[in-house]
């Protein structure tokens, strides 16, 4: 009787496992669906200068307008909700490989877990009817959520605090992608040569597009902090757009959505080879 219970409970343990991983999968293949959206959007506005919105609530509108978008629409914020309970786990039990169970990758994970909760929140907000969370929406809430932070004791530090962060997200993004730590968390002993190859190709250069928006967000939260400006902080949109700005031209803006259109093929490529 004392050797039945744990014989009984590896099953299920294994089921709950097996329950992670497929919706860890389903969550890179939903981040994988926003992204090639996204940067397909900032395609066309560094081509053509539409006002189209490109940002999670931009890709959410147009699949809104697509056959069967609710359907679709449901099904993305399933898939980052799966993300988010991986991503739970890995922050609560500790993730795969010879570090995971350390401090510092537990705390990412919790990091990560609370990003991708309020995406699916928001994506699911969108399917239930709440259109606030639709287009042009993080440069609002960019906007609101700086501005409050502003009117707190110190507000000022808290700003340039959480946008100093933003910013390092952003270089260690780009720097990871540059250094191919991404290997690290596939399954590359397994991986033939074409694979392999896309996987470099997409993950280098969808890294560092992703990167280079992460550390324009950072850039105009500092902004905001040093005028006291809430109007200065971007969302992912005005952040896109902002590489049009620069002494690049319009050829960054158009460098930085083709890579946002490779990290959404990247974010494909780690829902079949990653290591989960």
């Known amino acids: 009787m004392t050797t039945s ?3 009984a409970a590896a099953p299920a343990k294994a089921a709950v496992g097996e329950g992670v991983r497929a919706a860890a999968r389903a969550g890179f293949a939903a981040r ?11 395609v066309q506005i560094g081509l053509t200068g539409t006002r189209e ?3 999670r609530g931009g890709a959410v509108a147009h ?15 399933v898939g980052l909700a799966g993300m988010a309970v991986w991503r739970l786990s890995e922050a609560a039990l500790g993730g795969s ?4 169970d350390k401090a510092r990758k537990r705390a990412l994970s919790a990091g990560r877990c609370v990003f991708y909760a309020c995406s ?23 906007r609101d959520v700086t501005g409050r932070l502003l009117d707190l004791p110190g507000g000022r530090w808290w700003v340039g605090a959480v946008a100093v962060g933003i910013l390092a997200a952003g270089a260690w993004i780009a720097g990871r992608a540059v250094l191919r730590k991404y290997r690290d968390d596939l399954a590359w002993g397994r991986l033939g040569t074409y694979p392999r190859r896309f996987m470099d190709v997409t993950g280098v250069a969808g890294g560092v597009g992703r990167g280079l928006v992460f550390a324009a967000l950072g850039v105009s939260g500092v902004r905001a902090a040093l005028t006291f400006d809430p109007n200065q902080a971007k969302g992912m949109d005005d952040s896109i757009r902002s590489f049009a700005e620069t002494p690049a031209g319009p050829g960054l803006l158009l460098a930085v959505a083709a890579g946002l259109v490779l990290f959404g093929l990247f974010s494909f490529g780690q829902a079949k080879w990653r290591e989960v």
């Open 5 to 7: 219970r744990p014989q």
């Open 32 to 42: 994988g669906a926003l992204y090639l959206l996204v940067g397909a959007l900032a």
């Open 53 to 55: 919105q490109a940002d």
């Open 63 to 77: 699949v809104a307008a697509t056959p069967f978008g609710t359907v679709l629409i449901w099904a993305l914020g």
């Open 97 to 100: 490989g010879p570090e995971g």
């Open 120 to 142: 699916a929140f928001l994506v699911l907000s969108f399917a239930a009817g709440e259109r606030g969370s639709g287009e042009g929406s993080t440069d609002r809430q960019s």
